[in-house]
């Protein structure tokens, strides 16, 4: 009896125990959870703050791309005016000098009829003694008489010419100081946006800086990227083709177009593949990184081309514009359509020049170079894609020497 009573006793301590530790696990197990629910929270609010840094990023670069291309044309603008003042003031000076070339000529005819005296045709006229030097004479005074009527009339077209290149060179003069107004005020725009973006990209940097935070964002815009060609490879048509002539005419020294015959019959319908080895790179400059090596613990699947900023980047050969935004991890990115599965892609650009839905030529301008996508150097990213797949543009393109390109 009193061993059933002890086993009891003890048998009611360890469930206890047992039930004191089930609570006490339970309690932990209730942090723990709660923890979890906080960092995932956590993680939310950062990737949320990370979602719009980028927004911002893409927003401040489409701005900066927008003014650079905006300063460009507005150089182009002034560079044209000042051509234009350039050529009216020629004009200005041609017109003075013929209206000076008429007053002398015009004092030379006066002092010519003045020499015949005055009253000259009536005298003339009255003359019987000599007919026949009578005639003559009225003959070189009607001469001399349209002569002069001729270049009073050449003056007072020079002068009202002159009259209007005044007012030509008045207009070009008032709107070429409005341009440069202008962009003295885009300058000042550009300005700003570098510095907000200086600021973002700071920010960026200190809140997502670890190899594995990089690492994770890479990874996120390449597969970005390989859906956007999945999707864009879908809708293309992959049906046109580019015109060569026969192999018997001659190659330029592009190596794309061929000179000498000008028979349609001549020419041949050829595609992307025909030209591997031949195309030309898209900007000059020195070849950073190759397709392949290393980047950020995965790999490039194109090439980066160190080049100065602004540079103009040209379409390595004819096709269409099929994507023309910003896009995370590339920035400004310009993809085209060159057919039967082939695309090129140039991205970090500057600004864009191309819209979607245009056709582009070979070695046509089609962007600049920049630093979108948040680097810091400036530089352009070349790929090229076949069903999708990146190849090597250095298969493609021209022989390298010395890692320079272009």
Known sequence: ?????????????????????????????????????????????????????????????????????LLKDLQEQIDQKRQNLSKTQT???????EVRKHNQELAGQIKAAYAMGRKEKLKLMLNQQDPALSSRMMVYYNYLNKARLRRLADIEDAMSHLGQLDKQKLQE?????????????????LASVRKQRSEVLAQLDRDFSSNEQRLSSLKDSENELMALIASLQNGSSGDFAFETESAESVTDKDGLRTLGKDKDDDKTKADFSTL?????????????????????????????????????????????VV???WLR??????????????????????????????????????????????????????????????????????????DHVG
């Open 1 to 69: 009896m009193r061993k059933k009573i002890v086993f009891c006793f003890l048998l009611g301590a360890f469930i206890n125990q047992g039930i004191a530790g089930v609570s006490q696990k339970s309690k932990e197990l209730g942090e723990i959870r709660s923890d979890i629910k906080s960092v995932e929270q956590n993680m939310e609010r950062i990737q949320q703050k990370k979602d719009a840094l980028t927004a911002q990023l893409a927003g401040i670069e489409k701005k900066y791309g927008k003014t650079v291309a």
């Open 91 to 97: 004009e200005i000076q041609h017109y003075q000098d």
């Open 173 to 189: 003069t008032e709107l070429l100081e409005q341009n440069l107004e202008q962009k003295k005020a885009e300058q000042l725009a």
């Open 276 to 320: 591997k080895g031949r195309l030309p790179w898209p900007v000059e400059g020195r070849l950073a990184q190759k397709f392949g090596s290393p980047r950020s613990e995965a790999l490039w699947d194109g090439v980066l081309i160190d080049a100065q900023e602004g540079s103009e980047i040209h379409a390595v050969t004819r096709g269409e």
């Open 323 to 325: 994507y023309a935004e």
């Open 329 to 402: 991890g590339y920035g400004l990115l310009t993809i085209i359509d060159h057919g039967k599965g082939y695309m090129s892609l140039y991205a970090f650009n500057q600004s864009l020049y191309k819209r979607v839905g245009e056709w582009v030529e070979a070695g046509e301008v089609i962007a600049s170079v920049g630093q979108s996508g948040g680097r810091s150097q400036p530089g352009l990213y070349f790929g090229i894609r076949r069903q999708g797949k990146p190849v090597d543009p250095l298969e493609w393109c021209r022989k390298v020497s010395q």
